[in-house]
């Protein structure tokens, strides 16, 4: 590639549709958490800047959940009477005290920016695939067809870390093969954990193959080291250029940690980034790996400490889901992180807290693929997809309904069956919630229809809200404190906020399915879960889904905050943001 080549993606008819869509984001959902108040005026709304001077005009349809439905042609930006071009980094200057952006945090939040805009860019040189021929495609191709990131989060791409080449080589959106980097790494310091039935020597031969696993060996015999006292553990390529061979060079240099060079399968990134489908082999285990760059608000990396009781975590949920006869009923599954590989810097860590990247920037774990356990005729796609829009304004939902053949609201209920009712069980019955969101679930479909969902990043998502719940020791990190208030907003703000009044709202807005018929629905499939279980009425009565309100948390305030640690993980819910409420969409039925 020549330098030029490497910002070919950045064109000025790009750059401006880029800073569209953004402003078009960022005016909906500042407006949904109430950082702004876009007054009305006729038929178009207005949104003034700190010192009152530009305005951003635009027309927008409001729905359920304080849903605000922009529409990015509409916008226009005036000052001093003259109509200026639409541009995203003046946007986040011009608003810099309404959204509550310090001196500290507004230049890294606008690389952010710049970084989520250029990644737009490159997605609109991609060849546009209209969601009808979307929905017939292979699960890889829908998972990096993928062009929005997270609903909510405005600077959802930011990646900070990653320079030109890299993002072209790692995004999952650029679908390039990579190929991990492997390490030894001296058993005095890692440690491999596995669930129940995995055995280290087993596992790592199927994974990687006989023959590179001698090779890899042959590395440390010609060094005179002894394979015996090392495990091995796969490494993003970007760590190791960007992180290992510097930070970690004491390692290297005393052997701590040796380089055996590249595995032979082939991966590709998921939405997730730091995860990898193995292109090569697709039954095999995907591989998760520490990543420190900072996304969204937070670095990624990944705890050796954590991962220690992952597998454990993993064994103990597939049992309860197996053993409960209404998950069961659903054809919930997880894919389990089965087995977890980390490597303990022991000066690192005297110099820090637990919580500190320092001590994320060398594990992995291996979870399983959902191929494996597909049945004749079904195929994957990622839950993300949903509430994906292909460049006409179509969304991907739409074209599973049609394909499916099914009245929209009965296509409607079979995901909701799947998807929604584990949730709602888990909740009352467990008092267990999870990280659903659209880069979490899997769907397994079937012509078009939802037949069961697949959760996965179990072990560092899923807690048990239960102060008495009795839990074996290996999963008591689990248990968090949540204010009883509070409990339900894993349902109200994770679900309903965060994902269901997008889907709502494309498939209204497309002329699909009526909002009142959608939130009708999940009602529906609510009161059928409840009937079915009349044992736990009290707590149905206790934690009231069809309460008249809920309170709004808000996302992007947690990440204009705190940009590189949005919430501390000591005390997850008290980071919460919560700004007033959001009217019950299902109360009403």
Same mark, same amino acid.
């Given at each position: 590639m020549t330098l030029a080549d490497s910002v070919a993606h950045l064109s000025p008819e790009r750059w401006e549709k880029a800073n569209r869509l953004l402003i078009r984001k960022a005016l909906?959902?500042?407006?949904?958490?109430?950082?702004?108040?876009?007054?009305?005026?006729g038929d178009t709304y207005v949104v003034r800047s700190d010192d009152g001077l530009t305005?951003?005009?635009?027309?927008?349809?409001?729905?359920?959940?304080?849903?605000?439905?922009?529409?990015?042609?509409?916008?226009?930006?005036?000052?001093?009477?003259?109509?200026?071009?639409?541009?995203a980094l003046d946007f986040f200057i011009e608003l810099k005290n309404t959204l509550g952006l310090t001196d500290e945090i507004l230049p890294v939040y606008l690389e952010e920016i710049s970084s989520t805009l250029s990644g737009t860019c490159y997605k609109l040189t991609k060849p546009q695939i209209p969601v009808a021929e979307l929905v017939r495609s292979d699960f890889q191709a829908i998972e990096t067809g993928m062009t929005e990131g997270h609903p909510c989060f405005v600077a959802n791409n930011g990646r900070l870390g990653f320079?030109?080449?890299?993002?072209?080589?790692?995004?999952?959106?650029?679908?390039?093969?990579?190929?991990?980097?492997?390490?030894?790494?001296?058993?005095?310091?890692?440690?491999?954990?596995?669930?129940?039935?995995?055995?280290?020597?087993?596992?790592?031969?199927?994974?990687?193959?006989?023959?590179?696993?001698?090779?890899?060996?042959?590395v440390l015999r010609e060094q005179g080291l002894d394979p015996a006292d090392y495990l091995?553990?796969?490494?993003?390529?970007?760590?190791?250029?960007?992180?290992?061979?510097?930070?970690? /060079?004491?390692?290297?240099?005393?052997?701590?940690?040796?380089?055996?060079?590249?595995?032979?399968?082939?991966?590709?990134?998921?939405?997730?980034?730091?995860?990898?489908?193995?292109?090569?082999?697709?039954?095999?285990h995907y591989v998760k790996t520490a990543l420190s760059v900072i996304n969204m608000g937070f670095m990624r990396g990944l705890s050796a400490a954590y991962m220690e009781a992952t597998p454990a975590i993993n064994d103990w949920l597939a049992q309860l889901i197996e053993g409960d006869p209404v998950l069961k009923s659903t054809g919930l599954s997880i894919i389990r992180e089965r087995a977890a590989v980390g490597y303990r810097h022991l000066e690192y860590e005297k110099a820090t807290d637990r919580y500190s990247p320092y001590r994320k920037m060398l594990a992995a774990l291996w979870r399983e693929s959902p191929v494996a356990g597909l049945r004749d005729g079904e195929s994957l796609a990622t839950m993300a997809s949903l509430v994906h829009v292909d460049h006409e304004g179509?969304?991907?939902?739409?074209?599973?309904?049609?394909?499916?053949?099914? /009245?929209?609201?009965?296509?409607?209920?079979?995901? $909701?069956? /799947?998807?929604?009712?584990?949730?709602?069980?888990?909740?009352?019955?467990?008092?267990?919630?999870?990280?659903?969101?659209?880069?979490?679930?899997?769907?397994?479909?079937?012509?078009?229809?939802?037949?069961?969902?697949?959760?996965?990043?179990?072990?560092?998502?899923?807690?048990?809200?239960?102060?008495?719940?009795?839990?074996?020791?290996?999963?008591?990190? $689990?248990?968090?404190?949540?204010?009883?208030?509070?409990?339900?907003?894993?349902?109200?703000?994770?679900?309903?906020?965060?994902?269901?009044?997008? $889907?709502?709202?494309?498939?209204?807005?497309?002329?699909?399915?009526?909002?009142?018929?959608?939130?009708?629905?999940?009602?529906?499939?609510?009161?059928?879960?409840?009937?079915?279980?009349?044992?736990?009425?009290?707590?149905?009565?206790?934690?009231?889904?069809?309460?008249?309100?809920?309170?709004?948390?808000? $996302?992007?305030r947690l990440q204009l905050r705190n940009n590189k640690q949005m919430v501390d993980l000591a005390d997850p819910s008290g980071a919460l943001q919560l700004v007033g409420t959001l009217k019950n969409p299902v109360a009403g039925f």
């Open positions: 909906a959902e500042f407006a949904h958490e109430r950082l702004i108040a876009p007054e009305r005026d305005r951003y005009r635009f027309t927008a349809t409001r729905r359920a959940l304080d849903h605000w439905q922009v529409d990015a042609g509409s916008i226009t930006r005036h000052r001093d009477g003259a109509e200026l071009p639409l541009a320079g030109i080449h890299e993002y072209l080589s790692y995004a999952p959106e650029t679908a390039s093969p990579v190929r991990l980097v492997w390490l030894a790494a001296h058993r005095s310091r890692a440690a491999f954990t596995a669930g129940v039935g995995i055995e280290y020597e087993t596992f790592v031969r199927e994974e990687l193959g006989e023959k590179t696993v001698e090779r890899f060996e042959g091995l553990i796969p490494v993003h390529p970007w760590q190791w250029w960007n992180k290992l061979t510097v930070t970690f /060079a004491a390692e290297v240099a005393r052997r701590h940690l040796v380089c055996l060079g590249e595995g032979d399968d082939e991966y590709l990134a998921q939405q997730s980034i730091r995860t990898f489908f193995n292109r090569s082999n697709p039954e095999k179509a969304s991907f939902a739409g074209a599973l309904i049609e394909r499916s053949g099914l /009245a929209p609201t009965e296509w409607l209920r079979h995901y $909701l069956r /799947a998807y929604f009712t584990p949730l709602l069980h888990s909740f009352y019955a467990y008092d267990l919630v999870y990280m659903p969101h659209g880069e979490n679930v899997i769907l397994v479909l079937k012509d078009g229809v939802v037949q069961r969902a697949i959760y996965k990043d179990i072990a560092e998502e899923i807690a048990v809200m239960d102060p008495d719940a009795v839990l074996p020791p290996t999963v008591e990190r $689990l248990r968090v404190e949540v204010p009883e208030e509070k409990k339900l907003l894993s349902i109200f703000t994770d679900v309903f906020d965060c994902f269901f009044r997008f $889907l709502a709202a494309n498939l209204a807005s497309e002329g699909i399915l009526a909002e009142d018929d959608f939130w009708r629905t999940v009602a529906e499939v609510t009161r059928e879960y409840q009937a079915s279980t009349p044992e736990l009425a009290d707590k149905f009565k206790q934690y009231d889904m069809f309460a008249p309100e809920f309170a709004l948390s808000c $996302l992007n």
